[in-house]
């Protein structure tokens, strides 16, 4: 392993809005290495991803390959320079055919006089997938392929580099294995083991137990830094698990001693409810006042779950009782309607309009409860949001700044209002600290927590364990589906990270 | 905070327009700033702006009705063929016609999830034919009994035209509901981002059928009042006032991508379409021509007022 570094990465910092979403990164890839990246969500594990892809600039540090420095504007160019990228996401286009995919943008190279020439394209897009060893036609449209052989045809595709430059490759593979079976992850892994000679790999996943199967050497994120470093063979989950978290448990950061038991009444039940292709045979209770957690990766059917919930994702079977009431929800006005409230993950798009102030947006829920005799009063409708920003404490000039202009913790706290002045009892957080910055982070808590002392009840995705863990009274864990698992979380009872993990993949 | 001083001039931007379009006609004709004169004007923007404003809140929502030319024609040939028959009748079916015909169009854009240009499109043609064929192909002269129960539109109040005092009527109830109604804060909100407004359990298609049956009801009324004032119903007669119509939507200032604006904007903007038709006249611009320099001023007012940092693709 003495060998010489082949992609250099040093100093390499990147913000958003004022997040460090990458504080002085340095990481190393040698030639045919498999290196492994890890750490928890919003650790800036994709940020360095797309940095290296070339869909983000660092705001500073250098890039070096083979020794020259890298500046890539476009993920054309990392292409060019022989980086390719297996997303998260699979990124490619369901209605064009798997040769197209894979030469998407290079169709050049087979064209003469602008005309396609598509026995060569094909014939190339072949040679890929053998690759791959993906025995399929390449004028297959891609739409019909299952979910791993898309995934294999993204690999294919960024096997394509290899013979648009003379370089050794570098691929990325973003969480690849996600949502695959074991035995398409075992293919999977046989080829990336079996190109080692050609490429470079970094693996991210959050499977931790993979990441150790197939990678030479670990780096370990946390916070948008490099916590540690080293060979896979000299670690275990375990260690990687406590250097992802890096701390203890915190009883106090997640507001613990706050914690009450909830009451005895029931808000929502459901039972053996099922979406098809999504869940099936979830059953639950939730009490007034209390936090059900839900556990589970991508894929376990916790996000339908969720969806379900607010109307989004109508069940297909089982039943769903709300206030004592059966109810299937087909939209969310009905979930609304219900008294739920929906705090989403894309706070941006779903939970607020941005182009409008604070005002109209604290309202859009309630409008009801601002208008006398058919028309909206303005002026009582100011001095109610004014309320809610000066008890939830959103940090702005006046109410009505545009919702654009506020920090994510703050734009936050305006979609809290809006529920909370809708009287919601039973709030859905569905990842509600993602982005959001420490402090911010602690003010969310502290608001659960009021809200769980007033009566309200809630089910919360969240985006750690760690999170889950802290805040809720109780857990679901999912797994393909099914819930595996339920665990009481109440303080000094509160389970470890390990013992829900096991039942998560 | 300089942001929000940039955004006011902005939003002003279509006044100032309009105040300096009427001095610069006003120092080549002076006639141009009588009282009388202005209020001929003022007489001749309010069809345009009826028609514009209906279509007003359906733009807001980021949507585009484009059949207020063919339902203003169809509810002309309703009025000068109901009139002699039905008597005063005539009036609200035209405008129950417009509202009907509107409901649909919303009704399909939502069901079928449809974009609204093109459902409004095949709405357009669809009224073109039944027009054509209720009125034989031929414009239809209401006589002089029919013309007595049009005194209503022709007539003066105050020493005003009626048609300004239905148009102030309109003015006012569409700022009105925009301000304090669910319907004028919800279409606003969806327009400005529909995910959020949905997700926040606002029945969006609720208020976006509404909308389109707003902007048909408002055409059809558009269409009586040019009956009137033309003294015959004809299946062509607005055939030249939908791209003036959204054009003085636009260059209100009500954005084309919808989220921003409102019916007092569209009043401005029909005024500064009336006044540039004005001066075309009165520069000698073909009357033919005109369709050039309201397609070019669309274009531009679009360009300008469009907020390009919020659009990814545009389609």
């Given at each position: 392993?003495?060998e010489?570094?082949?992609?250099?990465?040093?100093?390499?910092?990147?913000?958003?809005?004022g997040?460090?979403?990458?504080?002085?990164?340095?990481?190393?890839?040698?030639?045919?290495?498999?290196?492994?990246?890890v750490?928890e969500?919003?650790?800036?594990?994709?940020?360095?991803?797309?940095?290296?892809?070339?869909?983000?600039?660092?705001?500073?540090?250098t890039?070096?390959?083979?020794g020259k420095?890298?500046?890539?504007?476009?993920?054309?160019?990392?292409?060019?320079?022989?980086?390719?990228?297996?997303?998260?996401?699979?990124?490619?286009?369901?209605?064009?055919?798997?040769?197209?995919?894979i030469?998407?943008?290079q169709?050049?190279e087979?064209?003469?006089?602008?005309?396609?020439?598509?026995?060569a394209?094909?014939?190339?897009?072949?040679?890929?997938?053998?690759?791959?060893?993906?025995?399929?036609d390449?004028?297959?449209?891609?739409?019909?392929?299952?979910?791993?052989?898309?995934?294999m045809?993204?690999?294919?595709?960024?096997l394509?580099?290899?013979?648009?430059?003379?370089r050794?490759?570098?691929i990325?593979?973003?969480?690849?294995?996600?949502?695959?079976?074991?035995?398409?992850?075992?293919?999977?892994?046989?080829?990336?083991?079996a190109?080692?000679n050609?490429?470079?790999?970094?693996?991210?996943?959050?499977?931790?137990?993979?990441?150790?199967?197939?990678?030479?050497?670990?780096?370990v994120?946390?916070?948008?830094?490099?916590?540690?470093?080293?060979?896979a063979?000299?670690?275990?989950?375990?260690?990687?698990?406590?250097?992802?978290?890096?701390?203890?448990?915190h009883?106090?950061?997640?507001?613990?001693?706050?914690q009450r038991?909830?009451?005895?009444?029931?808000?929502?039940?459901a039972?053996?409810?099922?979406?098809?292709?999504?869940?099936?045979?979830?059953?639950?209770?939730?009490?007034?006042?209390?936090i059900?957690?839900?556990?589970?990766?991508?894929?376990?059917?916790r996000?339908a779950?969720?969806?379900?919930?607010?109307?989004?994702?109508?069940?297909s079977?089982?039943k769903?009782?709300?206030?004592?009431?059966?109810?299937?929800?087909?939209?969310?006005?009905?979930a609304?309607?219900?008294?739920?409230?929906?705090?989403?993950?894309?706070?941006?798009?779903?939970?607020?309009?941005?182009?409008?102030?604070i005002?109209?947006?604290?309202?859009?829920a309630?409008?009801?409860?601002?208008?006398?005799?058919g028309?909206?009063?303005?002026?009582?409708e100011r001095?109610?949001a004014?309320?809610?920003?000066?008890k939830l404490?959103?940090?702005?000039?006046s109410?009505?700044?545009?919702?654009?202009?506020?920090?994510?913790?703050?734009?936050?706290?305006?979609?809290?209002s809006k529920?909370?002045?809708?009287?919601?009892?039973?709030l859905i957080?569905?990842?509600?600290?993602?982005?959001?910055?420490?402090?911010?982070?602690?003010?969310?808590y502290?608001?659960?927590?009021?809200?769980?002392?007033?009566?309200?009840?809630?089910?919360?995705?969240a985006?750690?364990?760690?999170?889950?863990?802290?805040?809720?009274?109780?857990?679901?864990?999912?797994?393909?589906?099914?819930?595996?698992?339920r665990?009481?979380?109440?303080?000094?009872?509160k389970?470890?990270?390990?013992?829900?993990?096991r039942?998560?993949? | 905070?300089?942001?929000?001083?940039?955004?006011q001039?902005?939003?002003?931007?279509?006044?100032?327009?309009?105040?300096?379009?009427v001095?610069?006609?006003g120092?080549?004709?002076p006639?141009?700033?009588?009282?009388?004169s202005?209020?001929?004007?003022?007489?001749?923007?309010?069809?345009?702006?009826?028609?514009a404003?209906?279509?007003?809140?359906?733009?807001?929502?980021g949507?585009?009705d484009?059949?207020?030319q063919?339902?203003?024609?169809?509810a002309?040939?309703i009025?000068?063929?109901?009139?002699?028959?039905?008597?005063y009748?005539a009036?609200?079916?035209?405008?129950?016609?417009?509202?009907?015909?509107?409901?649909?169009?919303?009704?399909?854009?939502v069901?079928?999830?449809?974009?609204?240009?093109?459902?409004?499109?095949?709405?357009?043609g669809?009224?073109?034919s039944?027009?054509?064929?209720?009125?034989?192909e031929?414009?239809?002269?209401?006589?002089?009994a029919g013309?007595?129960r049009?005194?209503?539109v022709?007539g003066?109040?105050?020493?005003?035209?009626?048609?300004?005092w239905?148009?102030?009527?309109?003015?006012?109830l569409?700022?009105?509901?925009?301000?304090?109604t669910?319907?004028?804060?919800?279409?606003i909100?969806?327009?400005?981002?529909?995910?959020?407004?949905?997700?926040?359990?606002?029945?969006?298609n609720?208020?976006?059928?509404?909308?389109?049956?707003?902007?048909?009801?408002?055409?059809?009324?558009?269409?009586?009042?040019?009956a009137?004032r033309?003294?015959?119903?004809?299946?062509?007669?607005?055939?030249?006032?939908l791209?003036?119509a959204?054009?003085a939507?636009?260059?209100?200032?009500t954005?084309?991508t919808?989220?921003?604006?409102?019916i007092?904007?569209?009043?401005?903007?029909?005024?500064i379409?009336t006044?540039?038709r004005?001066?075309?006249?009165?520069?000698?611009?073909?009357?033919f021509?005109?369709q050039?320099v309201?397609g070019?001023?669309?274009?531009?007012?679009?360009?300008?007022?469009?907020?390009?940092?919020?659009?990814v693709?545009v389609?």
């Amino acid at each position: 392993m003495a060998e010489k570094a082949f992609l250099n990465l040093t100093d390499v910092s990147k913000a958003f809005a004022g997040v460090q979403a990458l504080d002085q990164v340095s990481i190393e890839v040698r030639p045919g290495e498999v290196v492994g990246l890890v750490g928890e969500n919003g650790a800036g594990k994709s940020t360095l991803m797309r940095i290296l892809a070339g869909v983000y600039r660092p705001d500073s540090g250098t890039l070096l390959l083979d020794g020259k420095p890298l500046l890539l504007h476009s993920p054309r160019e990392a292409n060019f320079q022989g980086i390719g990228i297996v997303f998260q996401e699979q990124s490619l286009l369901p209605n064009l055919t798997v040769a197209e995919n894979i030469y998407l943008g290079q169709e050049k190279e087979f064209s003469r006089w602008g005309v396609i020439s598509w026995p060569a394209l094909h014939a190339a897009a072949k040679r890929q997938l053998e690759k791959v060893q993906l025995p399929i036609d390449p004028a297959t449209r891609t739409a019909h392929l299952s979910f791993a052989e898309r995934q294999m045809v993204e690999l294919a595709k960024a096997l394509a580099l290899e013979e648009r430059t003379e370089r050794h490759l570098v691929i990325l593979l973003d969480e690849p294995t996600s949502v695959l079976e074991q035995r398409e992850i075992d293919i999977l892994f046989e080829r990336v083991r079996a190109l080692r000679n050609r490429a470079s790999f970094v693996f991210v996943s959050h499977r931790l137990d993979e990441v150790l199967h197939i990678s030479d050497r670990v780096y370990v994120m946390k916070d948008g830094k490099v916590v540690a470093q080293m060979p896979a063979s000299e670690t275990n989950v375990p260690e990687l698990h406590r250097l992802m978290v890096g701390r203890e448990l915190h009883a106090e950061y997640y507001r613990e001693a706050r914690q009450r038991e909830p009451a005895e009444k029931l808000v929502m039940r459901a039972e053996s409810l099922t979406a098809e292709g999504a869940y099936r045979n979830v059953d639950f209770a939730l009490r007034q006042g209390e936090i059900l957690g839900i556990a589970g990766v991508i894929g376990s059917g916790r996000e339908a779950l969720t969806r379900t919930l607010f109307g989004f994702l109508p069940h297909s079977a089982g039943k769903l009782t709300v206030a004592g009431k059966p109810v299937r929800l087909t939209s969310p006005d009905q979930a609304a309607a219900l008294g739920i409230g929906y705090i989403p993950r894309e706070r941006r798009v779903e939970g607020l309009v941005l182009a409008l102030p604070i005002v109209p947006n604290i309202t859009l829920a309630s409008l009801a409860t601002v208008m006398k005799r058919g028309a909206i009063q303005g002026a009582k409708e100011r001095k109610l949001a004014e309320s809610w920003v000066e008890k939830l404490r959103v940090r702005t000039p006046s109410v009505d700044a545009l919702c654009l202009n506020l920090s994510g913790g703050n734009q936050q706290k305006v979609v809290l209002s809006k529920w909370m002045n809708a009287r919601s009892k039973i709030l859905i957080f569905d990842h509600p600290t993602r982005g959001l910055d420490v402090g911010a982070k602690e003010e969310v808590y502290d608001l659960m927590r009021t809200l769980s002392e007033e009566g309200i009840s809630i089910i919360l995705t969240a985006d750690t364990l760690e999170e889950t863990i802290g805040l809720s009274h109780s857990i679901l864990v999912m797994r393909d589906g099914e819930v595996t698992a339920r665990f009481d979380a109440t303080p000094g009872k509160k389970p470890a990270q390990v013992d829900l993990i096991r039942h998560m993949v | 905070m300089k942001k929000n001083y940039r955004e006011q001039i902005r939003g002003l931007a279509p006044l100032l327009v309009l105040v300096g379009l009427v001095l610069v006609i006003g120092v080549l004709r002076p006639g141009f700033l009588s009282w009388d004169s202005l209020v001929v004007t003022v007489a001749n923007t309010a069809i345009l702006f009826i028609l514009a404003a209906g279509s007003t809140f359906v733009v807001m929502l980021g949507s585009i009705d484009l059949s207020i030319q063919a339902i203003c024609s169809f509810a002309s040939v309703i009025v000068a063929v109901m009139l002699p028959g039905y008597g005063y009748a005539a009036f609200p079916a035209a405008v129950a016609m417009g509202l009907v015909i509107g409901t649909l169009s919303g009704l399909f854009h939502v069901w079928l999830r449809i974009p609204s240009f093109i459902v409004t499109l095949a709405t357009s043609g669809l009224l073109v034919s039944a027009a054509l064929l209720f009125s034989h192909e031929r414009a239809i002269s209401i006589d002089e009994a029919g013309r007595a129960r049009l005194a209503w539109v022709t007539g003066d109040f105050l020493g005003l035209p009626n048609v300004i005092w239905v148009a102030a009527l309109v003015t006012g109830l569409g700022i009105w509901s925009q301000k304090y109604t669910p319907f004028g804060r919800y279409s606003i909100a969806i327009g400005a981002g529909e995910p959020a407004t949905w997700a926040s359990g606002v029945r969006v298609n609720r208020y976006k059928v509404i909308a389109f049956a707003v902007s048909g009801a408002l055409a059809a009324l558009a269409g009586v009042l040019m009956a009137g004032r033309e003294g015959s119903g004809s299946p062509t007669l607005a055939d030249q006032l939908l791209l003036p119509a959204i054009a003085a939507v636009i260059v209100g200032g009500t954005a084309i991508t919808g989220g921003a604006g409102g019916i007092g904007r569209t009043a401005v903007g029909a005024l500064i379409i009336t006044i540039v038709r004005v001066g075309m006249t009165f520069i000698g611009v073909d009357i033919f021509a005109q369709q050039i320099v309201f397609g070019v001023v669309l274009v531009l007012a679009v360009a300008l007022t469009i907020d390009r940092t919020k659009i990814v693709i545009v389609k």
